[in-house]
């Protein structure tokens, strides 16, 4: 049996609805899962490259296509070639046509953005701009996630990134000479925490390109020991915490992000291939 599982949300539309679905099953099973949501799929064209990436990646199909002749192609092919694919809207406008004896506009996009989702990603977007680099302390214990990190460890774009998904996140910066405030370590065991970090030349490289900008503490003789010492009290923090320590140094902030929700049963992380 496969040890991963990925599915494809498509949609003529924006694809939040598949994209809900998807989630929602997913996350009943302990198994490595990622979702890719496909928008505006209106073209056979597109339905075929969908469908060949997804016979590639043995992908599940998931999709809320408005448009009968398209979705029946998309179906068709699909059959054809093997690949999984589950119309989610069809039985329910059966369900409905039967009992009303009206059948569907087939108008795309009436689940518009002004829903809850949409609000809970403007209020999750706020406070996490609001809770930035260690500002508003008093409210930390209203976020979802509390990330820390070294200088360069792409902090805020991270937590920025969660926040697109309805994810509040505060963020938290780590130094040399910082300790531990007592926000944070009330908050340990009681919501999630990631600790953030880099490769030693990596953070080199990045400390000798403003190294001129501050003067060394007088108990360190030299830029590589001041590296390693950021290092080491990070890692204290970390283990205190009993953080997710990530090493950041070869992931973009998509595969960090699907690491972070993974382990913590957040929302997924989902891509999003939006055609024009």
Do not use: W
């Not at 928008?39 to 992908?59: C, G, H, M, P, Y």
């Not at 690949?83 to 996009?109: C, D, Y």
């Not at 706020?126 to 976020?143: R, V």
């Not at 501050?214 to 204290?236: G, K, Q, T």
Request: aromatic content about 6%; proline content about 4%.
């Amino acid at each position: 049996m496969p040890d991963k599982l990925h599915i494809f949300a498509v949609s003529d539309s924006v694809g939040e609805t598949a994209e809900k679905i998807a989630v929602a099953s997913v996350l009943q099973f302990d198994i490595e899962r990622t979702i890719t949501r496909f928008s505006r799929v209106t073209k056979e064209e597109q339905v075929n490259l969908i469908l060949n990436q997804a016979v590639e990646e043995d992908a599940i199909i998931i999709y809320t296509i408005v448009k009968p002749e398209l979705s029946r192609y998309l179906d068709d092919q699909a059959r054809f070639r093997g690949v999984m694919a589950i119309n989610v809207l069809e039985p329910l406008f059966h369900a409905i046509e039967f009992k009303t004896g009206h059948r569907p506009s087939q108008i795309r996009g009436l689940t518009h953005k002004m829903d809850d989702e949409y609000f809970n990603r403007v209020k999750a977007i706020e406070y996490t701009i609001d809770h930035d680099d260690g500002q508003n302390m008093d409210t930390l214990k209203e976020a979802d996630l509390l990330i820390l990190g070294l200088p360069r460890t792409s902090k805020t774009p991270l937590s920025m990134h969660l926040a697109n998904l309805g994810i509040k996140v505060a963020n938290f910066p780590i130094t040399l000479e910082t300790e531990i405030p007592g926000e944070i370590m009330e908050l340990r065991g009681k919501i999630p925490m990631a600790g953030l970090t880099i490769d030693i030349d990596t953070l080199l490289e990045l400390r000798k390109e403003r190294a001129r900008s501050f003067e060394m503490p007088e108990d360190i003789d030299s830029l590589d020991d001041l590296v390693a010492e950021e290092l080491d009290n990070a890692y204290r923090i970390y283990a205190k915490l009993k953080c997710l320590v990530i090493d950041v140094t070869l992931n973009d902030i998509e595969e960090v992000a699907n690491t972070i929700t993974h382990k913590f049963n957040l929302p997924l992380r989902v891509s999003h291939h939006r055609f024009k």
